[in-house]
């Protein structure tokens, strides 16, 4: 087995790469370094998990370089994570989405396909659930209007999955859940609510603190890939999976773990986000049937693993970090 993981310098691509290797399989990351959040901060996480070496500066829209790298490695296996992310971001600057999210998803699966490479994981997203439907989502739902053009781009990276022809590549689109953890992204909820905690600035809350999420812990997620990549089980030609915890709790239950584990956090109530939707819930049933261990990590446990992490950092580089996301 020979994998490639993109966006392996990211948040979920670090750890999966990382874990990758403490397991021995033979593998080789790629990733663009993009400036939506600090690439210092993408620089740090390789360097911290000794992977420097180990991932390469790559655009995946560039078909060229995709393809000198396939003709050179020939991945057995792919683990599709680069992606634009940020579902309020796209309000603001689409093209990302339209050029890395589109053209390069097109790239990797044409590519895929031309090397035959046996398995082809990719990042979807909770996103595309939108709002409106009955908890646990379920994979087979139908899915209402996307309600942010990240959503979007995830919803057609499905629809591109399974219906471009293939004669040998294996497509599972991996729909994660609100994943959280150490080096996670400068603009989700929990590395901002921790570092404003330490930066002692105030967290501006543009959603209610009923807001539900199923929150996964990233290890968790990197374990199920690992998981998804050894399993032999003959399945369809494209299957659509969750990865999720299971176990939603709402932002206020988020906010208490925080503070009880010693992070209190000055909360500033601003206009709620109409791009934000009210609930994720997944059901893992179809996770289960595959006989794949899904997430377990309880929301504490994997909140104070985050917490031993960024107390860690620099407070210098946490607050670049922090600022490089305009909010």
Request: charged share 20%; proline share 5%; glycine share 6%.
């Amino acid at each position: 087995m020979r994998i490639l993981v993109t966006g392996a310098a990211g948040f979920i691509g670090g750890n999966l790469l990382s874990t990758l290797k403490s397991e021995n399989f033979e593998c080789k990351g790629i990733d663009s370094f993009s400036t939506y959040y600090s690439p210092e901060m993408k620089l740090a996480h390789v360097s911290s998990l000794d992977l420097y070496d180990d991932v390469l500066k790559m655009d995946i829209n560039s078909r060229e370089d995709l393809q000198s790298l396939f003709n050179s490695f020939r991945p057995s296996h792919v683990v599709h994570l680069a992606a634009q992310g940020g579902v309020r971001a796209s309000r603001n600057d689409p093209w990302p989405y339209l050029s890395t999210n589109q053209i390069g998803f097109q790239n990797i699966v044409e590519l895929c396909e031309e090397y035959s490479v046996k398995k082809l994981l990719y990042a979807s997203s909770s996103s595309v659930y939108g709002q409106g439907l009955n908890p646990p989502f379920k994979e087979s739902d139908y899915l209402p209007m996307p309600r942010s053009l990240y959503a979007l781009s995830k919803f057609s990276n499905e629809l591109v999955a399974g219906n471009f022809p293939t004669n040998s590549t294996q497509r599972i689109g991996m729909r994660f859940f609100s994943v959280y953890g150490p080096w996670g992204r400068p603009d989700m909820a929990v590395f901002r609510i921790l570092a404003s905690s330490l930066l002692k600035k105030d967290f501006k809350l543009t959603a209610n603190k009923e807001l539900i999420r199923d929150f996964t812990y990233v290890q968790d997620v990197s374990n199920t890939i690992v998981s998804l990549l050894n399993s032999e089980v003959s399945r369809k030609k494209h299957e659509i999976l969750n990865i999720a915890g299971s176990k939603p709790e709402t932002l206020e239950t988020l906010f208490n773990i925080t503070e009880e584990l010693g992070y209190p956090i000055k909360i500033i109530q601003e206009k709620s986000d109409p791009m934000d939707v009210n609930m994720t819930h997944a059901s893992v049933d179809k996770l289960e049937q595959w006989n794949i261990a899904g997430p377990q990590t309880l929301l504490k446990v994997g909140i104070g693993n985050t917490i031993d992490w960024i107390k860690k950092i620099e407070i210098q580089a946490l607050s670049a970090w922090y600022d490089s996301i305009k909010t």
